[in-house]
């Protein structure tokens, strides 16, 4: 059933033929054929845990394969560490954003590629030179501050471009859009196009379909390690090609949309919101930031990149310092600020970065599963293994975790069965608020739609849910209401009706001047931040073409 | 790749807050915490005591520690890549031993022996850390235990002192007080320009800040490492035989302990020991104040005895790391 | 792709591997035990084993607490001196019999842990600085109760616990044996050694998931301590004198030693107790092979040094790539 | 800092007070003449200084910790001497680190220190140290272990016990003690210290020498600690169970040996001999007791010869350069006699 309308030999820039690689077992690529021609943009597709990543780790050296080949512009290659491929002509932006945090935002771009002055770095130039191509990426901060002051997204604005800064034949990118908005997507878009001009390849990996349409010429689909299918993406539609990824019937791949959010808005009860968020400040970063969240309503909270949605929910369960504000959870104050304490009172939050704030890598997925729930499934301080086996025996299937077993080591799981196990701890608390940040951040079409539909469940038996994504559509499909957020200040709230993308696009662009008295005040984007933008619209590109292309059927 | 390809600006829109200058102060403070309880502790000094500013004390605070130093500079290059290196010790007092008993056959065989066979084990250890990926800990204790072993055996069980001849060029390295400062000082600038001035150096932050990222963004991760091992052990072994030749011997029961010294310095001067973060400066800072430290704690406390003074020491020694914590604590929280 | 030939002894190695990993030290220990016997047969004899028990419990003791303290990614330096500070009240308190002494040398232990688990904690310094600035000064402060010079000490309780054997093992092992199981369990079973092990994982993943880090973190540093002081003690019954200037020294590397050697990584995240106790095991019976067979002092340290790094190179996790 | 122990009988400061128990030297002997050194003659003559008017300051530097029964005496007995005669003392102690005893002595030079008195840590090492007192016209007396360099040149004047010489008379009482017939086991002292090597050669050249049916089984180090000296004994004993001797090269590991030998069912003083050198109280109680054969002295207490040789190097009768001190032999025959005299430290 591979379909392959295979280009003869010698046409393509990169070739993998027949490889496989297991991993103590596990089968992660069987007998993969993979070929990339010069100055194609080519889409590389499957559900969580398909191979993807592991065949790009593959190609660049990260892994080296139990047999088959990895030919670059004909000859074959063996390359030991990604350090060769790079100076092979590969670059690449690996899965979760792969920089170093401590280091500043200006080193980051630059490493291993400092501009020097006799033999030595260049550090006025390197500064300047990176603020001047951040700037371009529209990511406008200090370059001396260190990395992870900037969030997820800038830090993927960030590793970006670095990698298109580099010499390359062939760029990789793993899912580069997972913390984009649309406005940097289309900024990405807009790179890739350039790239495509100057002849050079690019493997492009994402888990939004309407972003493959836009950008991509071919694609090629894995299913559990295998290749089942390649060719151009326009013959290809999208009905088409989930069944492919997912290895169902056509028929069966009930489609509604790109999310699968019941679209009717759920019965809110008024009255007493279940947690209700007053004044909340850190200095710097939020600015007198007040929410409520009703039992069973899903509260959105929209913004662009660095708006601090992520600082609002660490703020609201006691993750980050706040100078000022307080939290109500049903009317009674949560005094000590804690994650500890929010948990306690029903509060809890599935952080951002999944690598340094969710998984404990090196347990399994039951004791990962399990961990938050501990002081429940044990008496005295024991563990009682019968309650804890049948706790993640309940949500590994509830949410279909793709697993060995429990007892496989959570960092060997792919990138969106890590996001499920995490959703499932969180779950298995039985909270009363729950606080999602990118809650589908990586995780492929079927397990999105399945964590939407647990969201629309959840939010139906009662729970408060605070939605932070920055996937538009999630956004306003999933939530009744939705409050905006820019540098920090809350500048809009919409409801019932309003909440639309066009709604949503308003209120960040009639957003109200900040306060004068407010020292960090930005400058509000004027006529002179750049022609392109005579509006002042946030939004980059308001040639409509050059907008994501949105194919909603339904 | 060129800027060429960079599409057009995309909107401004949050803008990195300003700090005050209250706050900049308050950051100068809290990266350099170390520097500012050194200054701290010698104005007191100063204040307090007529002996401990003049410039027979501070010479011999400086002359006769000034190679100890080049251990804790080692040591950051380490620690800074995230690892650690338990053998400069050993190494220290081997360099002696070598440059002594080489002194007796010529004054370049006394510096080239201890160079090479420190440059030699530190590559060993390299390897083993960056190609068997072997925990630094473990190798470097294993450099520690045979180490001070091989000392052993090429001394006959510490039974045999090698002695510099009286007249060997040798012993110049290490006379009076500023020969070994300025060879100190200049192996600390070089260091500074090492670590922040060089790809190498870019590149060993970057491991230790995050090594899996450093490995896939295409840096020369292992041979970056090896060299670390490789500099931290020359080094060492370079700090035993200056060493040697201003003591005139090999002594075998020298350094030991020094590692811990050498650590705790580093850790005083601000390198997170987890790595990726660190000065060289800060560890000069943290070398002199521990320094300064003993000088006064023995100044005041001797006569009540040696417990006591470990007693003030370790005390001493746990007040400044807690300064030294909270002043950066802002740095490390977030 | 002649995948059939490679996929075979390509699995292989990697349970070859995995099996090495997993059972390296006892099968190193075995071997070792076997070379022991075939050098000197005496070597089986059940007074020898006594004698091997004797020295380990010990360090054992203390490298259970030190399991607990790497797992959680930090480190203890400080248990040697907490070993002369149970010392050097021994000879205090043991006139009013061997509980009491007991007693204080483990509050003692569980006092200069807490005040180590707060340093790491709550200041957030680091474990190497905090727990160095107590392994300096409380040997000082040992020192110091003790005065100038090694106590004797005569009750015959505290004797009899350092020399005497119930079923043929030494009482000391016996404790050091119940200590092991106890560890194990509360690493493997107990809410609190779970959190341990997330702790020294991914702290910060562990506080958002609303674990108790820094109760926890402060608790592996008293048990650390009390586990000492109990070392401490024991070691008193057995050498009849209270020595804190010499007792406990190097003890940190030899316990961080087997430690390691048992194959728990000092990136923390993972214990492994039974591994501990191979791992002190296997130390002492290479040093009592060196020992018993006149080796030079500067070999032994060689050899020792050799072995430790073939042992840890042996039994380590290797990534697969 | 004596704290609490009421079960010694005779703690070291009243030890190092005894005047029976001081030290008397054992050569030069008084009709010995050579050129003494006085200040006159010392590296080409340095002021005379009175060192009791409580202006001059003595520098005192120690080089290990006073943890060790030996040191601590050391200490207070200098110390008392000092405030005996009005002799303004500061002190250091180096914690067994020649680079920190180094900088202490430079440091106490600084401090205004006119005069030295160093227990060097190490013969070999304190050559910057020596040669800024040198360069600033300071005298230095060095006590219990000898510098390299030139008396009356470098330093004034070694004053302290042979080594050696003790490692002998052990070796000749092991020997009577088995009659001439005996595996031994030495157990060393920290390797690379000068005491460990001078009193492992004494022993073994003088058996090598005298005895040639005392068979060394094994030697091995316990890094003159008690812990260490049970720990090797309890493994040589099972190895060898031929052991019938054992040569300790300090009390501490004594101690620990007669630990071991009980625990593998031995008697000690019995069916295993043990020699042993320093002279601690307890250890001497021992030989009355009669666990161990013979304890050989290391007498600790400097402070009067050391002043008294400062006061002749300034004055005309000057110091000889080696001032070897008589070192008491602790046996069955007066070990009892010796503690109820307060003699032990
Ligand atoms: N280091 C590893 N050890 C063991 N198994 C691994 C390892 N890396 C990947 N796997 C397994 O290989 C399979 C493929 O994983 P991979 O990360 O390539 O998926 P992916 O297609 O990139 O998924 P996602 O869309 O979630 O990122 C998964 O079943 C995963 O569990
Ligand atoms: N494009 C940018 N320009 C300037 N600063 C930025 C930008 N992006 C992120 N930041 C900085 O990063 C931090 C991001 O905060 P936070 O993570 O709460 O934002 P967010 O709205 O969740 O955005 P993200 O999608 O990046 O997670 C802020 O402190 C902000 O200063
Ligand atoms: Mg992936
Ligand atoms: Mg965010």
């Known amino acids: ?554 | 790749m060129t800027s060429a390809v960079l599409p057009p600006p995309a909107t401004a829109k949050a803008r990195a807050p300003r700090a005050t200058l209250g706050e900049r102060i308050a950051s100068q403070v809290q990266r350099r915490g170390a520097l500012a309880v050194l200054v701290l502790v010698v104005a007191i000094a100063s204040a307090t005591s007529s002996t401990f500013p003049t410039w027979s004390n501070i010479s011999s605070i400086l002359g006769n520690n000034a190679f100890v130093w080049l251990l804790a500079l080692g040591m950051t290059f380490v620690i800074m890549t995230g690892g650690i290196d338990l053998s400069v010790g050993s190494m220290y007092a081997l360099g002696g031993v070598l440059g002594a008993y080489g002194s007796t056959h010529g004054t370049w065989l006394a510096v080239l022996l201890p160079l090479a066979v420190g440059a030699a084990w530190g590559t060993v250890q390299g390897l083993l850390v960056a190609k068997a990926g072997m925990a630094p800990f473990i190798v470097t204790l294993v450099g520690l235990l045979g180490l001070r072993g091989l000392l052993q055996a090429v001394t006959d069980e510490g039974a045999t002192t090698y002695l510099v001849p009286q007249h060997s060029a040798f012993r110049h390295l290490g006379s009076g007080v500023w020969t070994p400062v300025l060879i100190t000082a200049a192996f600390f600038v070089l260091g500074i320009v090492l670590l922040t001035r060089t790809r190498f150096g870019h590149t060993l932050t970057a491991m230790g800040g995050n090594e899996n990222a450093a490995v896939l963004l295409g840096l020369p991760v292992a041979r970056t490492k090896v060299t670390v091992y490789l500099l931290s052990g020359t080094l060492a072994a370079a700090a035993g035989a200056l060493g040697g030749a201003r003591l005139g011997s090999g002594v075998t029961t020298i350094g030991i302990g020094y590692e811990l010294t050498a650590i705790a310095s580093v850790v005083i001067g601000g390198t997170l020991l987890t790595g990726g973060s660190g000065s060289v400066g800060g560890t000069a800072a943290g070398v002199l104040l521990l320094a300064v430290i003993h000088n006064l704690i023995d100044h005041y406390f001797s006569q009540y005895g040696s417990a006591f003074t470990d007693t003030v020491n370790g005390g001493f020694l746990a007040a400044v790391v807690l300064l030294q914590t909270l002043l950066s604590r802002k740095q490390q929280l977030e | 792709m002649t995948s059939l030939t490679w996929t075979g002894p390509a699995l292989d190695r990697a349970r070859v591997r995995r099996l090495l990993q997993d059972y390296g030290v006892y099968a190193a220990l075995a071997v070792l035990f076997v070379v022991a016997v075939g050098l000197d047969t005496s070597f089986v004899q059940m007074s020898n084993i006594r004698v091997q028990l004797f020295q380990v419990a010990p360090t054992l003791l203390v490298a259970l607490g030190m399991a607990l303290v790497i797992g959680t990614e930090g480190i203890d330096l400080s248990v040697g001196a907490v070993i002369a500070l149970a010392a050097s009240v021994v000879p205090l308190y043991v006139g009013y019999g061997m509980l009491p002494a007991l007693a204080v040398s483990l509050l003692l232990g569980a006092v200069s842990g807490a005040v180590g688990g707060a340093m790491v904690a709550l200041a957030r310094i680091q474990p190497i600085v905090a727990t160095l600035s107590l392994m300096i000064g409380v040997r000082g402060l040992a020192e110091i109760v003790n005065g100038n010079s090694a106590k004797p000490v005569t009750q015959s309780g505290l004797l009899d616990l350092g020399s005497q054997s119930v079923a043929g093992i030494p009482e000391m092992a016996w404790i050091a044996g119940i200590c092991a199981l106890l560890t194990g369990l509360l690493v493997r079973r107990t809410t609190f050694g779970r959190q341990l092990v997330a702790i020294g994982d991914n702290r910060q993943a562990s506080r958002l998931s609303g674990l108790p880090v820094r109760r926890v973190l402060i608790t592996v540093y008293v048990i650390s301590g009390v586990l000492s002081a109990l070392a401490g003690v024991l070691i008193v019954g057995h050498g009849a004198e209270a020595d804190p200037a010499n007792q406990g020294l190097n003890m940190e590397l030899n316990a961080i030693t087997a430690v390691v050697v048992g194959g728990t990584p000092l990136s923390g995240g993972r214990v492994r107790v039974l591994g501990t106790v191979a791992g002190a095991l296997f130390m002492q019976l290479i040093t009592a092979v060196l020992t018993q067979h006149n080796v030079h002092t500067s070999y032994t340290q060689i050899v020792e040094a050799a072995i430790i790094c073939f042992a840890v190179y042996a039994s380590q996790e290797r990534g697969t790539r | 800092t004596n704290s609490g122990n009421d079960s010694a009988k005779s703690p070291s400061s009243s030890a190092s007070d005894n005047t029976a128990a001081a030290q008397q030297v054992a050569t030069p002997t008084d009709s010995a003449s050579g050129p003494a050194c006085t200040a006159d003659r010392y590296a080409g003559g340095v002021a005379k200084l009175n060192i009791t008017d409580g202006k001059t300051v003595v520098g005192f530097s120690q080089s290990e910790s006073t943890s060790n029964p030996f040191r601590a005496t050391e200490t207070k007995s200098i110390e008392n001497e000092a405030k005996r005669l009005g002799v303004k003392l500061i002190e250091r102690n180096a914690n067994a680190d020649v680079n920190a005893q180094n900088s202490q002595i430079q440091d106490m030079i600084a401090q205004g220190a006119k005069v030295l008195i160093v227990a060097p840590e190490n013969s070999d090492g304190l050559g910057p140290a020596l040669a800024e007192a040198k360069s600033k016209k300071i005298p230095v007396l060095t006590i219990d272990r000898t510098v390299t360099g030139t008396a009356c040149t470098d330093f004034i004047a070694f004053i302290g016990s042979n080594f050696y010489g003790q490692a002998q008379i052990a070796a000749d009482d092991l020997n009577t003690a088995t009659g001439g017939n005996a595996h031994v086991a030495i157990l060393t002292g920290t390797p690379g210290n000068n005491v460990t090597t001078d009193r492992t050669k004494g022993f073994q050249d003088q058996v090598k020498a005298k005895y040639p049916n005392i068979k060394i089984v094994a030697s091995q180090t316990g890094n003159f600690a008690q812990t260490d000296g049970q720990k090797v004994m309890e493994q040589l004993l099972q190895a060898h169970s031929d052991i019938n001797a054992v040569y300790a090269e300090n009390d501490e590991m004594a101690l620990g040996a007669i630990q071991a030998i009980r625990s593998a069912g031995k008697t000690p003083g019995k069916d295993v001999k043990i020699v042993t050198i320093d002279g601690i109280q307890q250890m001497v109680q021992n030989v009355a007791d009669g666990l161990a054969v013979a304890d050989i002295e290391t007498n600790p207490r400097f402070g009067p010869l050391a002043f008294q040789s400062l006061q002749n190097f300034y004055g005309t009768a000057g110091v000889q350069d080696k001032v070897i001190i008589k070192d008491g032999h602790f046996t069955t025959a007066n070990a009892k006699q010796a503690l109820a005299q307060g003699l032990v430290y």
């Not at chain 1, 499957?46 to 191979?51: D, L, S, T, V």
């Not at chain 1, 997507?185 to 379909?209: D, M, N, P």
């Not at chain 1, 991509?216 to 090609?241: K, P």
């Not at chain 1, 007198?288 to 009703?294: G, K, P, Q």
Request: some cysteine; aromatic content about 2%; charged content about 25%.
């Open chain 1, 1 to 554: 059933m591979v379909q392959q309308d295979l280009d003869p030999r010698g046409d393509s820039v990169l070739e993998v033929s027949g490889v496989h690689k297991s991993f103590a077992g596990v089968h992660a690529l069987r007998d993969v054929d993979f070929a990339l021609r010069p100055a194609e943009v080519h889409a590389l597709i499957g559900e969580n845990g398909a191979g993807k990543s592991t065949l790009i780790k593959v190609i660049t050296g990260v892994y080296r394969p139990d047999s088959g080949t990895v030919r670059l512009d004909g000859r074959e290659r063996d390359f030991r560490n990604p350090l060769e491929a790079q100076a092979a002509g590969i670059s690449t932006i690996y899965q979760e954003v792969n920089l170093v945090p401590l280091m500043s935002v200006a080193r980051n771009l630059f490493l291993g590629r400092e501009p020097r002055r006799f033999g030595l770095v260049d550090v006025g130039r390197m500064n300047r030179e990176a603020a001047e191509v951040l700037g371009r990426y529209g990511v406008d901060v200090d370059v001396t501050r260190p990395l992870r002051t900037l969030g997820l997204g800038a830090q993927q604005m960030v590793a970006l471009a670095r990698a298109v800064q580099i010499d390359a034949r062939v760029v990789i990118m793993d899912e580069p859009t997972s913390s984009l908005e649309p406005r940097e997507v289309e900024t990405l878009f807009s790179v890739i196009r350039r790239l495509k001009e100057q002849g050079i390849a690019v493997v492009y990996v994402s888990h939004r379909l309407d972003e493959l349409y836009a950008i991509c010429d071919r694609v090629t689909v894995m299913r559990d390690g295998e290749v089942v299918h390649t060719g151009e993406i326009a013959q290809l539609e999208r009905l088409r090609l989930i069944s492919l990824m997912l290895g169902r019937e056509m028929a069966t791949v009930r489609d509604k949309g790109t999310t699968a959010f019941d679209t009717d808005r759920h019965e809110r009860q008024t009255g007493r919101p279940v947690l209700s968020a007053e004044g909340l400040t850190v200095r710097h970063r939020l600015h007198d930031v007040s929410l409520d969240i009703h039992p069973g309503e899903v509260v959105g909270l929209g913004g662009l990149l660095g708006a601090g949605r992520s600082e609002t929910a660490k703020a609201i369960v006691g993750a980050l310092g706040t100078d000022a504000g307080s939290v109500e959870i049903e009317g009674k104050p949560l005094h000590r600020r804690s994650p500890a304490a929010a948990i306690r009172a029903g509060v809890v939050m599935l952080a951002e970065d999944r690598k340094a704030e969710g998984i404990i890598p090196n347990l399994s997925v039951r004791e990962n599963i399990s961990l938050a729930a501990l002081p429940r499934l044990s008496r005295a301080g024991v563990v009682s293994q019968a309650k804890q086996d049948e706790v993640v025996r309940l949500f590994m299937e509830r949410l279909r975790i793709k697993a060995s077993g429990p007892d496989q080591k959570v960092s060997d799981l792919s990138g969106g069965n890590q996001q499920k196990v995490l959703l499932a701890r969180w779950l298995c608390l039985n909270p009363k608020v729950l606080l999602l940040d990118e809650p589908t951040r990586g995780i492929d079409v079927g397990a999105k739609a399945e964590v939407q539909s647990i969201i629309d469940e959840l939010a139906a038996d009662g729970l408060g849910v605070l939605l932070i994504s920055s996937d538009l559509e999630e956004l306003i499909e999933g939530s009744d209401r939705v409050v905006i957020l820019k540098d920090g200040h809350v500048v809009g709230n919409l409801d019932g009706e309003d909440v639309s993308e066009d709604g949503l696009l308003d209120a960040l662009a009639t957003a109200p001047p900040l306060s004068p008295d407010d020292p960090d005040l930005p400058e509000q984007p004027g006529p002179a931040t750049g022609p392109e933008n005579p509006g002042g619209t946030p939004r980059a590109g308001s040639d409509p073409a050059a907008a994501p292309v949105k194919e909603k059927q339904r």
